[in-house]
């Protein structure tokens, strides 16, 4: 059973993400809900969950505030950033202090149960969107930004617009009928984008994406 905290100060909001956790799925169990980053500190430090879910902001400390705290007493326990706000600082301040992840509010149930189970593994999930994003911003494709991190990520570079949406969505653990439904694509071109991918990027299945996608690293 993967235990959850969730930490968020919308009620209703939570109230329906502990609904969907719990009602439709039978290997998640929420422990716990704090509404603010003082008392998300304090139950983590009691209940020690295997994952937390955890809002940017909160009315007294920061969401990122709050992770930095608890992962500097709890280095096992998998926290990802769950937020309305895609903003890159907040993406890299959360992802430089170790949170295993960021992702949107706008997911679906089935993708961030999908994304938790993930997480309890050891990959890291960050939203498609805010994915590429990131990279994009790091590496544009003339003239790196950070030129030692940018140089790691030549590799994507040789991928058009729709390989890194797909790429994203692979890396984030969705199947090809899932990316086919997001992307609003037939699941045969899907099949075939991501066998040039596999081509491009010299990788043999879905596992290589996900280890290379996970070697991101933000400075």
């Known amino acids: 059973m993967i ?5 968020d100060d919308q009620p209703l909001f939570v109230e329906s993400l502990r609904k969907s956790l719990e009602n439709y799925t039978d290997d998640l169990q929420v422990v716990g809900i704090a509404k603010n980053g003082t008392s998300a500190i304090a139950m983590a430090e009691s209940l020690v969950p295997d994952v937390i879910l955890m809002d940017v902001h909160l009315p007294d400390i920061s969401g990122v505030v709050a992770t930095k705290r608890i992962l500097e007493a709890h280095r096992s326990i998998k926290i990802v950033m769950l937020s309305t706000y ?3 600082e907040y993406v890299r301040d959360a992802l430089r202090i170790g949170s295993s992840g960021y992702l949107l509010k706008d997911i679906s149930p089935t993708e961030l149960i999908a994304a938790i ?12 969107k805010i994915a590429t994003k990131l990279i994009n911003a790091m590496y544009d494709g003339t003239s790196p930004k950070i030129p030692e991190v940018s140089s790691r990520f ?16 692979i890396a984030t653990g969705f199947d090809n009928q899932q ?6 694509l037939a699941e045969q071109t899907v099949r075939n984008n991501i066998s040039t991918i596999y081509s491009k990027l010299e990788v043999k299945d879905r596992f290589e994406i996900i280890r290379l996608a996970n070697t991101i690293q933000y400075h």
């Open 117 to 128: 189970r993930a997480l309890h593994t050891g990959l890291v999930q960050i939203s498609p």
């Open 3 to 7: 235990q959850i905290l969730l930490v």
């Open 86 to 88: 895609d903003e890159d």
């Open 154 to 169: 030549e590799w994507f570079d040789t991928l058009t617009d729709r390989e890194k949406e797909i790429f994203g969505l």
């Open 179 to 184: 990316i086919a439904d997001r992307l609003q």
